[in-house]
C-alpha cells in the first residue's frame, strides 16, 4: 500500500526570457512561502487532522516527488474525482458518482495503473481509490482522464475513518486490498491492515454477497490473512478447499508484482464473501 503524504509545491512566478520546453515528467520540486499550501487545488496534507483518536496505523508516510503532470492532474481533476477523508460527513455514494452502479473500495493503489485498467474493463462498477501517496494521487487522475474513465473517485487519507466516519451500511460491493504494506518484523504485526477488528468494521458496510479480494507477495502476511479471514463470522471462502484462489483475470498483473514473480515471489490471492446477515 503506497502512503506518501507528500504534496506538489506551489508554482513559483516564470523567469522572463525564452524558456525550455516543459517535460510533463519532470519532478516539481519548488520553494513556497512558509505556511502557504503547497497545493491550494489538491488533497489536504492531513484531512481529518486531530478530530479522531491516534491509533496504531497500518500505513507508513514516505516522501516522494510530484512531476509536473501528476501536479496538473491534481490540480484540474481533484475537485471533480477528489475525496478528502476528513469524517466530517457520511457520503452518498450515489451522489459521488452520479449514477446507481456498484461501488467497490480499493485501499491502497500505488500509482494507479491497476486500478485504471480494471474501470476501464468494467465500465459498470465504481471504484472508491483510498491511498495517501500524492504521487499515485495524481497519475490515477491522469490515467482516468486520458482514457475517459468516470468511474473512478479517488480518496485521500485514513481508509478507517472512511469507513467507520463515512460510509453508511451495507453501501459497498466490493472490497479490494492488493500488496498491503506486509509489516514483516513480528513487533509491527500489530500494525497490518487485515485484522479481525478491521474485518468486522469492513463486514458493516459491505453488502451481504461482496467480495473481499486480498492479494500479497509476502506469504506469512498471506497465511495470516488466510487464517483471519477464515476465522471471522462475516466472511466465507469463495475456495471450496478453503485455501487460496488463482489470480482471478479482472486482477491486472502489474509490474511490481511482475518484477516480484521474476524475483521467485509467490502471490497469493484471497476471495471472500460476505455472508447474509441471517447466517451469523
Request: charged fraction near 25%; charge should be neutral.
Amino acid at each position: 500500500m503506497s502512503d506518501s503524504l507528500n504534496l506538489p509545491e506551489a508554482p513559483r512566478p516564470a523567469p522572463a526570457g525564452p524558456q525550455p520546453p516543459h517535460d510533463p515528467g519532470a519532478s516539481l520540486r519548488q520553494s513556497r512561502a512558509k505556511g502557504e499550501p503547497r497545493f491550494p487545488d489538491g488533497p489536504k496534507a492531513d484531512p481529518a487532522g486531530s478530530h479522531f483518536e491516534r491509533r496504531i496505523r497500518s500505513f507508513q508516510p514516505r516522501r516522494s516527488r510530484v512531476t509536473a503532470g501528476q501536479a496538473d492532474a491534481l490540480q484540474r481533476l481533484w475537485p471533480k474525482w477528489g475525496l478528502d477523508i476528513d469524517g466530517q460527513r457520511v457520503i452518498d455514494l450515489g451522489e459521488l458518482f452520479g449514477n446507481a452502479n456498484p461501488v467497490v473500495l480499493e485501499i491502497g493503489f500505488g500509482m494507479g495503473e491497476a486500478t485504471a485498467r480494471m474501470a476501464a474493463e468494467d465500465p459498470g462498477t465504481n471504484i472508491l481509490a483510498v491511498d495517501v501517496h500524492t504521487p499515485g494521487q495524481g497519475n490515477l487522475l491522469n490515467l482516468a482522464d486520458q482514457d475517459g474513465l468516470s468511474n473512478v473517485r479517488v480518496g485521500n487519507g485514513d481508509a478507517i475513518i472512511l469507513l467507520r466516519e463515512m460510509l453508511r451500511p451495507d453501501s459497498l460491493d466490493g472490497l479490494r486490498v492488493y500488496f498491503p504494506d506486509p509489516w514483516p518484523k513480528k513487533r509491527h504485526h500489530k500494525r497490518r491492515l487485515i485484522q479481525p477488528e478491521f474485518l468486522t468494521l469492513a463486514a458493516s458496510r459491505l453488502k451481504p454477497g461482496a467480495i473481499v479480494h486480498c492479494a500479497t507477495d509476502w506469504e506469512p502476511y498471506a497465511e495470516q490473512m488466510l487464517e483471519v479471514l477464515g476465522a471471522h463470522p462475516d466472511f466465507a471462502n469463495t475456495r471450496a478447499d478453503g485455501g487460496f484462489a488463482p489470480r482471478p483475470a479482472f486482477r491486472p498483473l502489474t509490474r511490481f508484482e511482475g518484477q516480484g514473480l521474476d524475483k521467485g515471489h509467490v502471490v497469493n490471492d484471497l476471495l471472500f464473501r460476505r455472508v447474509p446477515h441471517q447466517e451469523r
